[in-house]
């Protein structure tokens, strides 16, 4: 079973780094990504920064954020340049402007230039297995035409269910689709199991068991290479789902 550990905090956890370099069980790791102003790619955290929100971030440049210490993607894939694992990146959305007649123009346009900031960093470490996904089919589409040669994913809410032919689906654990990774997986397509910030882990592990249950033999038989768990407690769910 493949485990991503999902964490933001990186250049301020040393138990973050030792874990993910020296577990042997952790497959990987997974970070939520957004743009500052000016077009940084930066990694978002709430914990360590939860006086600055997602918008507070895509709405300064990154000259203002100095005082904050938040990591640059650069600088994350800079310091895990010879990680042989997988690294998940979530592009976060940007917040809806008001209506106009060229807002979808402007959408476009900003998401276009998104994508594109996040290929010249990562264009620099082909040789990295890194994924990358978003909740928004625009970004995703964006991603889909501009990066390469990396895997690409639609990350599925419960008000969009939408089918993008894309390399993985992740899906969050409020939402498991049994049908849904059932028919991904049937397509050889990966699942990410999205399973961070989590407040009650035992009924959610009791529940992901019983529904888990419910997959079909051909996916149950494919389960081990097809799907992924990412989790900000990711030791646990080797534990339970691993063996």
Sequence with gaps: MRIIAHAGNLFNSEKFQEMIKCNKNIAGMSFDVTSTKDGKIVIF?????????????????????????????????????DYKKIITLNLLPFGTPALSEDTAAKINKQNLEYVQNVQKVIKDYPFLNIYLSSTNENIVHHLSNNIHPFKVGMA???????????????IGTDMINIPIIDEQIKRKKEIVLNASNCENMALLLEF?????????????????????FESNFPEIFYCIFGR
């Design 208 to 228: 992901l068991k019983s529904e888990l249950n419910n997959l079909s033999e051909e996916t149950k038989q494919n389960f081990q290479q097809k799907i992924i």
């Design 45 to 81: 955290s709430p914990a360590p920064n939860n006086s600055l929100s997602i918008g507070g971030l895509q709405n300064s440049t990154s000259d203002s954020l100095t005082a904050f210490n938040i990591p640059t993607l650069e600088e994350l894939l800079k310091a895990f340049q």
């Design 156 to 170: 599925l809410q419960s008000d969009n269910l939408n089918y993008m032919d894309v390399g993985f689906y992740k």
